[in-house]
């Protein structure tokens, strides 16, 4: 953080570095108007050509010196251009090799002349172009044509340039240029003055030197106490720095968690691999639900499941099956009608919603009144899209008590809504085979408009008898990563879990 | 979710009037059904699947007569006259191990209104319809309509040799034989194998012999041939279930009977049963008790309120001592209890935002001490300057396969190979980070904490979920050294020290991989990645990882409760 300040303020008060004072101390030395060139400052100052030029620019940026400035351009060869030109051109290396073969060559046989490809196709081109070259193949010459050696126009603007002559014909000049043989070079020489501003500095000898970095030698030797340091440049550019930072997918689910947390909700957690019986039976989903089926749910191989406690499996099954639940004497309904499978509920399956969390937390018969949240994954066979994943965040959470009622659920999603500052909520009938009645909160949203975000219900009787639950539950969830994207201001769910480093540390938005 | 093209002309001739797209929208939000799209005469109406009635024509009419106040209580199930001997269907027990439900009703059209072309189509869309839902492929359940008229009964439904069976098939022309048929006719070979066991196939014929169908393939010419001015239907199921069967036959019917259609009972007879039908497309009775609806509504229904807004979803009540008796008809098959009128009732009325009540809260919320105790490690990684991930646990099989992880559970039916197994470890996901990010310089130090499945057998599902804690040092000089630091500074932070034992870790620099134990559980690996898998990533630098096993290490630093575990593999609510 060198940068020197500007002096376009008269009041500002002029700081040189040393290079500078001295550079300017020796323009001012000369006679006033006498405009001396840039290396002979540099072989009279002693500093490196590279650290006089950089002075000087700032003493000008400063206006504290002038400078003369005149460029020339001069034709010269380019690297390739002196090759061809101790070498021979392509087109008259080919034209010496051709006339050794008066037979013809074969094209392919072309190698042999010692060109590259590019050199052969442009020699080629421009031998039939001066009408050497018979037409067709194989490639010879047209005889009694081009046995003169005289040279050709390039050979002659080349050794003009090479010469330095300036009997150039700027077509053929123009011609080389674009086969890269040759340039045109353009260089600037300075001459430099010290400014009227400059001559009335006084001289850097007899101006206190200012500190650099503040360095331990300085703090130890104590020059820091009758000296001053040079100022820096303050509005000047400055690396910039990434870090690591929380990621802002997760940072926003433990927000919302902190929400349902302030509500009297508890975290609860469960398998990502899952049994049927927990990911669905439990639920009262019929074995041969769709949502089930392996185009929906994803499987896996090689694993095998153990089968559920026994007790609750049987309750489960008469469920299912509309009859009696062990010990009692009427159904809870006339169930799916179909005869279940007890060996489809040990089968894994990966966990395609957290409502099998709620399954596992009523089954362990929690004391009420309770409230309990789970925000986890859980996976659907889907094809990816920007509003796709197969892998999706939930939000599931039920609330059981006595007394409790539809009302309730809809307080809850109004508490939820409101708490991510939205005040409209609607609702509308849904269907979920765990649930009765199931509804569905929409919100609206300021850009999106109306969207469906609380689907939610209570627990049907066959799902709460079987597991031994005593009071009416309410349950929901939230499609948590749709909210999610929504208040990150992302439109492809796949940026939920993208690692783009850049992005993540805040290099790129 | 469920959707179907039903013609707007169809519907407002059963209303008698006009229907704006703002009323039908704003009539369907308020019940299970959505209008997707309105096309001149095509609407796409998308329902949930337990309303699957709303799907045709008759019956979305049917719903929206009674929301706009058009018609009110359930539609008439008119019986007919009878004419003649009982139609009877004799099902042998041959058909039994392949599909042994059978189940039908002969229908009869009003005097002044036999079968027309418009009908016919919409019975026939809505029977597609019913197969590929509720039928689950014609598996579960498949329809047949015939032209009663011409049909003799009692009908037999059989399982015959393939060779001894003729037909002409309803699209052909030509008689065939049923080997050819289930060989190369494409309804043949795509459903043949529900209805034949490879040397045989299930007919259904009339009296005379001739045949009605293939169920649950195709219908037969002549006998299989529904026409236009046809007066007399029967109409037909076969499945794998009863109950599955007559919701179909039930739906269908619908289509009928909400034009005035009047049913005849068909009995079916097999070996140690015979079945009257006369339940068939007859309505159910199921109480709604009145302290049900209250209980779980929230609020109390004056009596005529309950049966007005019955009588606007169709369903006629009556009171009865505790409450209302329900008449059901046969299309609502998802009206199974009370708890199913509760829900009628309740959502007939309106569910609105400002019905939300907020119980005070009489629980104290939570976090798990667990998911605390993650998210501290997880805070410690940030702090010491690794950038967090969080990546999906379905991870790609080539970066599980370079490392050599083998031990990692597959999927059995992959959606794609980027997300075709479950991580058994973080190392699968920085490590497919680090592949991606090589444009973007060196260091770089990624971590996640986050959980992985590890096949498992003494586990209830087969696999256990743990989380773990990992990172990865990517750059000039990151070595084994640089990652076992940052593992023994994350244990010290727990007031842990463990014991580092040389380890052979899949996809390490043998001799430079190791396992950290504590109290002889395994809670950490630490490795140089090799070289080998770094070429295969084209990651240009030294990389050094550790992972830290969170789920192993919890019960060392964690004091649990001794609370019950609703999870069987550890991470769980804690009550009390």
């Known amino acids: 953080m060198d940068a020197e300040p500007g002096a376009e303020d008269g009041a500002t008060p002029v700081t040189l570095s040393p290079s500078e004072a001295l550079l300017l101390d020796l323009l001012s030395a000369a006679p006033p108007g006498t405009l001396i060139a840039e290396e002979e400052v540099a072989s009279r100052s002693g500093l490196s050509p590279e650290a006089v030029r950089g002075s000087l620019q700032r003493l000008r940026s400063k206006h504290l010196a002038v400078a003369e400035e005149t460029s020339t351009s001069t034709p010269t060869l380019t690297a390739r251009g002196r090759a061809a030109r101790s070498a021979g051109l392509p087109e008259r290396r080919l034209w010496r090799w051709l006339r050794e073969r008066v037979d013809g060559v074969p094209a392919e046989n072309l190698g042999a002349a010692g060109l590259d490809s590019e050199e052969r196709s442009a020699a080629i081109g421009i031998l039939r172009r001066r009408g050497w070259l018979a037409p067709g193949v194989p490639l010879r010459l047209v005889p009694g044509v081009g046995d003169s050696p005289a040279p050709l126009e390039e050979e002659r603007v080349m050794e003009s340039i090479a010469s330095g002559r300036d009997d150039i014909d700027p077509k053929v000049f123009r011609a080389l240029q674009r086969r890269g043989l040759a340039q045109v070079e353009r260089t600037t020489t300075r001459r430099w003055r010290a400014s009227d501003e400059g001559r009335r500095l006084p001289p850097a000898a007899s101006a206190p030197t200012l500190l650099g970095a503040v360095s331990s030698a300085v703090l130890s030797s104590g020059a820091w106490r009758d000296r001053s340091f040079r100022p820096y440049d303050v509005r000047a550019r400055v690396p910039f720095l990434t870090g690591a930072r929380p990621h802002p997918y997760a940072a926003w689910l433990e927000e919302f968690e902190e929400i349902l947390i302030g509500l009297g909700f508890e975290q609860a957690e469960g398998p990502l691999l899952e049994t049927e019986f927990w990911n669905s039976d439990v639920l009262f989903m019929p074995q041969e639900h769709p949502a089930r089926s392996i185009h929906d749910a994803l499987t896996v191989r090689g694993v095998e499941g153990r089968p559920p406690p026994s007790e609750l499996l049987e309750r489960v099954v008469a469920a299912h099956e509309g009859r009696p639940i062990p010990g009692t004497a009427v159904p809870i309904s006339p169930g799916w009608r179909y005869p279940y499978d007890r060996a489809v509920a040990r089968r894994p399956i990966l966990r395609s919603q957290t409502t099998a969390v709620s399954a596992r937390f009523l089954a362990a018969r929690p004391a009420p009144p309770f409230r309990m949240f789970s925000i986890d994954r859980n996976f659907r066979h889907e094809a990816l899209d920007a509003s796709h994943h197969l892998e999706f965040a939930q939000c599931e959470g039920i609330l059981g008590e006595e007394g409790i009622t539809l009302r309730h659920l809809v307080g809850v999603f109004r508490a939820l809504a409101e708490a991510i500052g939205i005040r409209e909520l609607k609702i509308r009938p849904s269907y979920f085979p765990f649930t009765e009645p199931s509804i569905e909160g929409y919100v609206r949203h300021p850009r999106l408009g109306w969207i469906e975000v609380f689907p939610g219900g209570l627990f049907r009787p066959e799902v709460l008898v079987p597991l031994g639950v005593g009071v009416p539950v309410a349950a929901w969830g939230i499609g948590i990563a ?22 993540l540390t805040g290099r790129e938005g | 979710m469920p959707q179907a093209t039903l013609s707007a002309a169809r519907v407002e001739g059963l209303l ?28 796409r109406i998308e329902a949930t699947p337990d ?14 007569a009674g929301a706009l106040g058009l018609a009110q209580g359930s539609l008439p199930i008119v019986a007919s006259k009878g004419e003649g001997a009982a139609p009877s269907i004799d099902a042998t ?15 009869e059209a009003p005097d002044d209104a036999p079968l027309d072309a418009g009908l016919l189509d919409e019975a026939v869309r809505f029977q597609e319809l019913l197969h590929a839902t509720i039928g689950r492929d014609r598996r579960a359940a498949s329809l047949g309509i015939y032209p009663a008229d011409r049909l003799a009964f009692p009908l037999r439904y059989d399982l015959e040799p393939l060779a001894g069976v003729r037909f002409v098939p309803l699209d052909a022309r030509a008689e065939v034989r049923a080997p050819a048929f289930f060989a190369e006719h494409p309804m043949g070979v795509r459903f043949g194998p529900l209805g034949t066991d490879g040397t045989r196939c299930l007919t259904l014929r009339d009296a005379t012999g001739g045949v009605l169908s293939l169920p649950p393939v195709l219908n037969a010419r002549p006998l299989g041939e529904a026409a236009a001015g046809d007066r007399r239907l029967l109409l037909e199921a076969t499945g794998t279930r009863a109950g599955r069967v007559a919701d179909a036959l039930g739906l269908l019917a619908l289509v009928f009977l909400a034009r005035g259609w009047s049913v005849r009972p068909v009995t079916v007879h097999a070996p140690g049963r015979t079945d009257d039908g006369r339940a068939l497309l007859a309505p159910r009775h199921i109480d709604l008790p009145s302290d049900l609806l209250r209980t779980v509504a929230g609020r109390a229904y004056p009596a005529s309120e309950v049966e007005h807004l019955l009588s606007r979803v169709r369903l006629a009540a009556r009171p009865s001592p505790h409450g209302w008796q329900v008449e059901v008809p046969p299309w609502r098959p998802d009206l199974l209890s009370s708890r199913d009128l509760v829900e009628e009732v309740v959502l007939a009325r309106g569910v609105r935002s400002e019905d939300g009540l907020l119980p005070p809260s009489p629980t104290r919320g939570r976090r798990l001490r667990e998911v605390r105790f993650r998210r501290a490690f997880a805070a410690r990684l940030l702090g010491l300057g690794f950038v967090p991930l969080l990546r999906p646990v379905l991870s790609p099989d080539a970066v599980v396969r370079i490392l050599g992880r083998t031990a990692a559970v597959a999927l059995a039916n992959p959606v794609s190979e980027q997300f075709a197994v479950l991580r058994d470890s973080l190392e699968v996901s920085l490590l497919a980070a680090l592949e991606r990010n090589t444009r973007h310089g060196y260091p770089q130090r990624v971590s996640e904490v986050g959980p992985v499945v590890v096949a498992d057998t003494s586990a209830e599902t087969g696999a256990r979920t743990r989380t773990h804690a990992a990172f990865v040092l990517a750059g000039e000089g990151m070595g084994f050294a640089e990652a076992a630091a940052v593992v023994d500074y994350l244990l010290r932070c727990e007031d842990l020290r463990g014991v580092r034992e040389p380890a052979e870790i899949a996809g390490a620099i043998p001799g430079r991989a190791a396992r950290l134990r504590l109290v002889g559980e395994t809670v950490a690996e630490i490795a140089e990645v090799h070289p080998r898998v770094l070429s295969e990533l084209k990651v240009p630098v030294p990389v050094a990882w550790g992972e830290v096993d969170l789920s192993a290490l919890w019960p060392l630093v964690g004091r649990p409760t001794g609370a019950p575990t609703i999870n069987p593999e550890g991470p769980s609510a804690e009550r009390g």
């Open chain 2, 51 to 64: 309303r699957l009635d709303l799907l045709t024509e008759a019956g979305l009419a049917a719903h929206l």
């Open chain 2, 16 to 43: 008698a009037r006009s229907l704006p797209s703002e009323e039908l929208e704003r009539i369907l939000f308020d019940s299970k059904a959505e209008l997707r799209s309105r096309v001149a005469d095509e609407l």
């Open chain 2, 93 to 107: 027990p041959a058909v039994d191990p392949i599909r042994p439900v059978i189940a039908a009703a002969l229908i």
């Open chain 1, 482 to 503: 749709r909210l999610a994207m929504v208040a990150l201001g992302i439109s492809d769910i796949r940026d939920l879990y993208q690692d783009d480093l850049a992005r």
